[in-house]
């Protein structure tokens, strides 16, 4: 079910119509992380989200990226209701389509660096030497090779980051959705990460970045900027994307 | 894969290993003729009801006899056990005495 | 199929990484299929002896009662049975229990009469004059005397009588014989003093087995004061006394069980926030609810089928190698005299099944149920905890 990712459709690859997302609803501790957002994502776009701590950035990411559900709207994937599929279908986009780097890595911090890369592709018809070889290759690419053996909970915030990074990359995934993905690098490696980025892109990627890093923000990699606030796009001319 | 492999092989093994001996031994039962033979030829000797396990009180030594100090005389068959005698009703034996009430006119029409 | 063995690969590792949590899991779970296994193990090899070497036993024995207790029962009584049809020989018994106040034994005296056949494991010969005696293993161990060696009893006036053993019998036997001093009829009449119209019982031959129970009630109806007991009843009560669902061993297969079920339970309730956040990772990656569970199924079945199978050879191992050593004092009790088993190692495969069962059972359903809540709500709420 790969996505053939088409650059000159005119439809988008990702829609997110009226969509709110509101935890423990109809509970004192109700929060309504995001209200009422509509975007459009084209192939081959860079977004970047910003705005302040608890906008609502990390919501929408996971919302995209089939993390978890919206309470109202519907999110649309190459015109397909993503928001309403069963539970595997879920899993199964998150696995060949996302490739998904969380704010707090989520890696598990007793396992390898190598077999951290393995996990997204244990549900792929895949032999594990063939995972093996591709995680090795990412290895090299992130100048981790000689951290393979090394546990993650060994490792600096840095490094952590981008076996992160590896770690999305390894189903060689069409859309790539980073959270704060410099936020623990210095100048250099955020240069870097950037290069990576605009390589990555090269390739052919849809990105969608949440930020608040202004090297990032203003890097000429991102097409487009779209800022978020108390759970509502703040600029509202940016939803709607477009070559 | 060389280690699920392995781990396999050795519940393979374990499994085997079990099986070898718990089969034959199910079997044994009714192949071991003469060990058999020899202990009911001893039993029908001395004509031995009881196996001679727990032989530190008189009323535990038989356990299928009733005794002259048995708890449950009527019942041979019930055990004298904390806690099965308590747990495990005995089967009726079925030859001891009744106890019949009958109505004083039909006994003296 | 490769699926498969991702998945299995996956569980060995994940098991790896928390392997002294593991291990000590295994262990405990081992040791209690081990316990459960060797009282299993043990109790059907003792009712297997029982019922294999009972059946030879006499098909009736009657007893007398007086006042509702055991009486001794006149011989006259032997007449009356020995006209019923279907009856063959009726045997009075002369038989009775002797304390040794020094070793604190306790033996049962049996008393023969005629000619009997040299017997396979007898060492020696059946006592041929009155003041000869065959006895036990556990006797001669106890007490420390060879063939040709005598034996001295004191009898109710405290007078010595001297018997010399002419056989041994061989600790094969051991379950039947082993507290056993086995004198003549008349020897053994004149030293418990019991006055020669009376026996301690009497043993009756039938010759169609399927009469046994006809004829015990003709016996207990002519003759109201007489108590047959007969071979069914016998075998039953060693059937019910090893049954697995019975005995005296049952307090310590149900405590061991719920010992087990409490760790089990424990385990389940405490999975753990690392597990928990592991499994909500993966689920992110892309992995479906069927793949966690049948990743972490692998896990549970590898550790409890590994337990399992080392609890049941170590309980073999204890049981048929070493002889039970650590149950034996539950079936023991106090006795001096006990036997040294040789137990055939048989096994029913349907009690070791039922022990499967309500082990792994519950243990599978226990990690199993938390792990499929995790993977059942959304990724994003399993991580963040
Ligand atoms: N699982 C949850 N349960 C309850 N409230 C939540 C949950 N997740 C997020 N929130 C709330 O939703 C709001 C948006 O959170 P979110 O993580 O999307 O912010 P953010 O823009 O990513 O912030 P930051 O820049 O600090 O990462 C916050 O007020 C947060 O407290
Ligand atoms: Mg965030």
Not at chain 3, 6 to 16: D, I, N, Q, T, V
Not at chain 3, 169 to 198: K, Y
Not at chain 3, 300 to 308: E, H, V, W
Request: net charge neutral; charged share 20%; proline share 5%.
């Amino acid at each position: 079910m790969t996505l053939a990712i088409d650059h000159i459709s005119s439809r988008p690859l990702i829609r997110v119509d009226e969509v709110s997302k509101i935890y423990h609803q109809g509970k004192p501790a109700e929060v309504r992380a995001l209200q009422n957002i509509s975007l459009e994502i084209f192939a081959g776009e860079v977004v970047a989200l910003s705005g302040p701590s608890g906008s609502g950035k990390s919501t929408l990411l996971s919302l995209i990226g089939c993390m978890s559900r919206p309470t109202q709207g519907t999110i649309y994937l190459q015109e397909r209701r993503v928001s309403r599929l069963p539970e595997a279908f879920l899993a199964r986009i998150r696995r060949e389509t996302y490739g998904f780097v969380f704010q707090q890595y989520h890696l598990l911090r007793d396992v390898s660096v190598l077999d951290n890369l393995l996990f997204p592709l244990y549900p792929a018809a895949m032999p594990m030497k063939t995972m093996r070889e591709r995680a090795l290759v990412l290895l090299e690419t992130f100048s981790l090779t000689d951290k393979e053996k090394t546990k993650v909970r060994r490792l600096s915030g840095g490094e952590q980051q981008r076996v992160a990074l590896a770690r999305a990359l390894m189903a060689d995934p069409p859309i790539i959705i980073a959270d704060e993905p410099t936020a623990h690098l210095d100048a250099e490696l955020t240069a870097e990460l950037l290069t990576m980025l605009t390589e990555l892109h090269a390739e052919g990627r849809t990105i969608i970045i949440a930020t608040h890093d202004p090297v990032v923000h203003q890097s000429s990699l991102i097409s487009r900027r779209v800022a978020l606030r108390h759970g509502q796009l703040a600029d509202a001319e940016n939803s709607r994307g477009g070559q | 894969m060389t280690r699920s492999v392995l781990c396999l092989s050795v519940l393979l093994a374990g499994a085997t290993l079990l099986l070898s001996l718990l089969l034959p031994a199910q079997q044994s039962f009714h192949q071991d003729s003469a060990r058999w033979q020899n202990k009911r030829d001893l039993v029908a000797a001395l004509a031995i009801t009881d196996l001679s396990l727990s032989s530190e009180a008189r009323y535990t030594r038989h356990v299928s006899q009733a005794d002259l100090f048995s708890a449950f005389q009527d019942f041979p068959a019930s055990f004298e056990h904390f806690p099965t005698g308590s747990m495990i009703p005995p089967r009726p034996a079925g030859y001891s005495g009744r106890v019949l009430f009958e109505s004083a006119q039909r006994v003296r029409p | 199929m490769i699926l498969n063995l991702k998945l299995l690969e996956y569980s060995l590792s994940s098991l790896w990484r928390r392997k002294e949590k593991n291990l000590a899991l295994v262990s405990v779970y081992a040791l209690v299929i081990a316990t459960l296994g060797s009282v299993l193990l043990l109790t059907h090899a003792l009712k297997t002896e029982a019922l294999m070497t009972l059946t030879a036993a006499p098909e009736i024995v009657v007893q007398r009662t007086l006042g509702g207790r055991h009486e001794l029962i006149p011989i006259a009584y032997a007449r009356t049975i020995s006209e019923f049809p279907g009856v063959g020989r009726v045997t009075p018994r002369v038989w009775g229990y002797y304390y040794d106040s020094l070793v604190k034994a306790n033996l049962t005296l049996i008393g023969i009469e005629g000619y009997h056949e040299q017997l396979e494991l007898l060492e020696g010969r059946f006592p041929q004059a009155p003041d000869e005696c065959v006895i036990g293993a556990g006797v001669a161990d106890a007490f420390g005397p060879q063939i040709g060696d005598f034996l001295v009893l004191e009898d109710s006036s405290k007078r010595r009588s001297e018997f010399r053993v002419s056989g041994i019998f061989r600790s094969a036997s051991n379950l039947l014989t082993n507290d056993l001093v086995v004198v003549q009829e008349a020897a053994l009449r004149e030293f418990f003093a019991m006055p020669a119209e009376l026996a301690t019982d009497l043993t009756v031959q039938v010759y169609n087995s399927r009469e046994v129970g006809t004829i015990a009630k003709k016996i207990s109806y002519l003759l109201p004061d007489s108590r047959p007991i007969t071979r069914d009843e016998l075998l039953h009560t060693y059937d019910s006394l090893f049954n697995w669902r019975s005995g005296m061993m049952l307090a310590v297969f149900v405590s061991a069980l719920m010992a087990f079920l409490i760790l089990a339970w424990d385990r389940a309730t405490g999975i753990s926030a690392e597990e928990r956040r592991e499994i909500g990772i993966l689920k992110a990656l892309g992995w479906e609810t069927s793949h966690v569970l049948g990743a972490k199924l692998r896990e549970a079945l590898l550790l409890s089928l590994t337990a399992f199978m080392a609890g049941l050879l170590l309980a073999w191992w204890h049981v048929f190698v070493l002889g039970a050593p650590l149950l034996m004092p539950l079936l023991k009790g106090w006795s001096v005299l006990f036997p040294e088993f040789d137990l055939p190692p048989v096994v029913d495969l349907y009690q070791l099944a039922v022990l499967g069962c309500v082990t792994i059972i519950p243990y599978l359903a226990c990690t199993l149920i938390p792990a499929w809540k995790a993977a059942s709500s959304d990724p994003d709420d399993v991580m963040r905890g």
